[in-house]
C-alpha cells in the first residue's frame, strides 16, 4: 500500500521525477494487458532514484520494478504498490579500449536492441546472442537473458546497484551467481534493488564476422510469433527438455482462452489476439503447467515476471 500521496507528489515534483497516477498498464507491456497501478514513477538519473528510494523508506512498504516490461505480464485490477520504470533513463553508453578488448559501460535502461547495434557499429563481438531479445540491459542481466550458446553472465565484468534504502554497490563477476534465467549476488541479502548499470567485457572483432554469429539468432527468430503481442518464452526450459515441445507433445499448441491464444508458430508463446485479458493468459498458463505435470511429470515453470 501507498501511504500519503500528497507528501509523495511533493518529493517527486520537488526532484523533477516524472510519475503518473492510476496508470493504464496494458500501455506498458508488450501483452497490451492489464489492469491500472495506483503510481508509476519514472527516474531518468541516479539522483531522481535517490527521492524515489526516500518514498520508499517513508510512504510505501514494497514496489515493483521494470524496464520495458517486454517480459512482463500485469494482471487486471489495481495494483497497489508503486511500479518503478527505467523506461525514460539511465540510457548512457560508455567504453575504454584496452588491447583486443572493449570495456563497455551501459545504463541499465538502455534497449538490449540498442547494445547489440553499440557493438555492430564498433566491430565489437560477444552480444550477437541477444539478437530479437527485447527488453533493457538491466532486465536482461537480471533475468541472465540469453541463448544455449551464450547469455549476459559470459560478457559481464561487474554491476552497479542501488538498494531501496538509497545505498550504492559495484560488484564484481566473481560475486553475481548466475543461473538460469536468474542472478543472485554473493553474501548480499537484499532482493529488491535497482540495476542501475553494467559493464561488459566484449572483443574487438570485424562487422562480417560479427554478422556471421548473428545469421543463426536472425534465423532462430523466424520461428517464433513475431510481430504478434506476446511476452516472448512463457516458461522456462526443464533441464533436458524444450518447453515449447513440450506443450506441443501435451496437445496444447494453438489452444485458447478468451481472447488469448497459446502459438501456432511456437508453442512456449502466448500471444493476445486482440482483446485478451490478462486473466485469459493466466488461465492458459494454469492450463499447460497443470497438463504438463499430470501428463508428463514435468514441472513448468514460468520465466515471466507476473505483476
Do not use: W
Not at 218 to 223: A, C, H, L, N, Y
Amino acid at each position: 500500500m501507498i501511504e500519503n500521496m500528497a507528501v509523495i507528489r511533493e518529493i517527486l515534483n520537488k526532484n523533477g521525477v516524472c510519475y503518473i497516477e492510476n496508470a493504464d498498464m496494458s500501455l506498458y507491456s508488450t501483452m497490451r494487458t492489464g489492469g491500472s497501478a495506483v503510481l508509476m514513477i519514472f527516474p531518468k538519473n541516479t539522483a531522481e532514484l535517490y527521492a524515489v528510494c526516500k518514498i520508499i523508506k517513508n510512504y510505501c512498504r514494497d514496489f515493483y520494478i521494470i524496464g520495458s516490461a517486454s517480459n512482463t505480464l500485469f494482471k487486471d485490477g489495481i495494483i497497489e504498490l508503486p511500479i518503478i520504470s527505467f523506461k525514460n533513463g539511465f540510457k548512457y553508453i560508455d567504453f575504454d579500449v584496452n588491447n583486443n578488448y572493449y570495456t563497455v559501460k551501459a545504463g541499465a535502461g538502455v534497449l538490449l536492441s540498442k547494445m547489440l547495434n553499440f557493438s555492430l557499429k564498433n566491430n565489437l563481438e560477444g552480444l550477437e546472442f541477444a539478437y530479437g531479445i527485447p527488453g533493457t540491459v538491466g532486465g536482461a542481466v537480471k533475468m541472465n537473458a540469453g541463448s544455449k550458446e551464450s547469455n549476459i553472465e559470459n560478457i559481464i565484468s561487474s554491476l552497479d546497484i542501488i538498494t531501496k534504502y538509497g545505498e550504492k554497490f559495484n560488484f564484481k563477476k566473481e560475486q553475481l551467481k548466475f543461473s538460469y534465467r536468474n542472478l543472485k549476488i554473493t553474501d548480499f541479502d537484499e532482493d529488491n534493488y535497482f540495476i542501475t548499470g553494467v559493464e561488459f567485457l566484449l572483443k574487438s572483432s570485424t562487422k562480417s564476422n560479427i554478422a556471421e554469429k548473428m545469421d543463426l539468432f536472425k534465423s532462430r527468430k523466424m520461428t517464433q510469433p513475431l510481430g504478434k503481442r506476446s511476452l516472448g518464452c512463457i516458461f522456462k526450459n526443464p533441464e533436458g527438455h524444450f518447453a515449447g515441445k513440450i506443450i506441443d507433445d501435451i496437445g496444447l499448441k494453438g489452444s485458447t482462452k478468451g481472447g488469448a491464444a497459446v502459438s501456432e508458430k511456437h508453442a512456449n508463446f502466448i500471444i493476445n489476439k486482440g482483446n485478451a485479458k490478462s486473466s485469459d493468459i493466466l488461465d492458459l498458463i494454469k492450463e499447460i503447467s497443470e497438463t504438463a505435470l499430470r501428463e508428463k511429470n514435468i514441472r513448468l515453470d514460468t520465466e515471466i515476471k507476473i505483476i
